[in-house]
């Protein structure tokens, strides 16, 4: 199958040929370990540390306070572990209902071995009420863990308030940017946070590679020992794939995140042709404060997963929920956290990518047209039946 139009760029990306070809030499010729102390192997911890800067300057950070991580999942768990292992007197956490399965299982675990966790509700816009968050902070609160931007509906949250109020208290704050890196602007000086995770696969880095901003390492507890990561992640470093984040990070500083606000301007393009050819849609998050890519769209009466399918039958993929939770058949928590009508307004996830033209946005609108004619035909045969 060659012709496909691929809009599920939140659940992962394509490879960047250029990202490729960096890489290649890693997964070739240059297969040394770089904790070797001869030059076959120690010269890539030089590749390494050039990776690691273009990420901090991606993040307008030091590079000496960047980790290299299996994932954004490994980031966001090495960051909760060592948040409250540096408090071990304080037993209670704040975070969001709309976090990413990597925080809400590791908050259940928490909470199995005794911690108290606080999860912070939004409205239907799918925002956050900043009063709650105050309300909700105790005298042994050891952390606020609230995601950067929103992998379903692409909200953006108040990082930076929420930080100040964590400070203020004597909390640690950790984000989960994976979503947001690479889309929007990140400064964690200007941001003022303990822990930011991010991930390779969603700026077009290969899968199995994410790394941890650590504001403070005198204060850090690693999840894996070992000596590499300066003592603060084990295990010989996937060099490959660190080139390749490198790679993926240059490129989106080159350009300036031009490439991000051409995404914007065709997924409003989208929207717009959308809203004109088909009655009774809704558009969920909170559209004054989303990631340039997404689009979490209903349209009433019809059935996100029957849409999604004959979607697929031309070759369009879309979402129909995070691609982490779509396997569960549940409904989404993050829709459910926002008091969705699934049962009028069940919505499919588009989100754009590097890739995406606007040929296949008209594509794609054309086709959308008439399958949803299709299942709102097919929805009123069975209402007049019954
Ligand atoms: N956090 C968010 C918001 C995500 O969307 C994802 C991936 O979907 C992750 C964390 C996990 O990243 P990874 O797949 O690299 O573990």
């Known amino acids: 199958m060659n012709f496909k139009i691929y809009l599920d760029n939140n659940a992962t990306t394509k490879v960047d040929s250029e990202v490729l070809n960096a890489m290649l030499p890693y997964l070739k010729e240059e297969y040394g370990n770089p904790s070797s102390t001869y030059s076959f192997g120690r010269k890539l911890k030089e590749e390494i540390n050039k990776a690691r800067n273009n990420i901090a300057r991606l993040l307008n950070g030091n590079p000496k306070d960047i980790i290299f991580t299996s994932c954004g999942s490994e980031s966001n768990v090495t960051a909760i572990m060592s948040a409250i292992r540096s408090n071990p007197n304080k037993k209670h956490i704040i975070t969001t209902k ?195 890519n997404t689009s979490s769209i209903a349209f009433k009466g019809v059935k996100a997963d029957e849409l999604m399918l004959l979607l697929e039958s031309f070759n369009i993929f879309v979402s129909t929920g995070s691609a982490c939770n779509s396997e569960l058949a549940l409904p989404s928590h993050v829709l459910v956290a926002c008091n969705a009508d699934l049962d009028n307004y069940s919505p499919i996830r588009i989100s754009l990518g590097r890739y995406n033209t606007k040929e296949e946005v008209d594509f794609f609108v054309k086709r959308l047209i008439s399958v949803i004619e299709r299942l709102r035909i097919k929805q009123w045969m069975i209402l007049s039946i019954y």
């Open 98 to 292: 709309v976090e990413h399965a990597s925080i809400m299982e590791t908050m259940k675990y928490l909470e199995s071995i005794g911690y108290a966790v606080t999860y912070l509700s939004v409205d239907k816009y799918g925002k956050l009420d900043l009063n709650e968050l105050k309300r909700s902070i105790k005298n042994d609160t050891c952390l606020l863990s609230i995601m950067m931007a929103n992998n379903e509906i692409g909200n953006i949250y108040p990082i930076k308030e929420i930080a100040l109020l964590a400070h203020e208290n004597n909390i640690l704050i950790h984000t989960d940017a994976v979503q947001a890196f690479g889309k929007i602007k990140i400064d964690v000086k200007d941001l003022d946070v303990d822990f930011l995770s991010i991930s390779g696969h969603k700026i077009n880095a290969p899968k199995g590679i994410g790394a941890l901003y650590i504001k403070d390492s005198s204060k850090f507890n690693s999840l894996i020992f070992g000596h590499q990561e300066n003592n603060r992640r084990g295990g010989t470093e996937n060099v490959p794939y660190i080139i390749g984040l490198g790679k993926a990070s240059e490129l989106i500083l080159n350009d300036n995140f031009n490439k991000e606000k051409e995404i914007e301007s065709l997924r409003n393009y989208m929207e717009e042709e959308i809203k004109k050819n088909i009655d009774d849609i809704y558009i969920y998050g909170d559209l004054e404060s989303r990631t340039p």
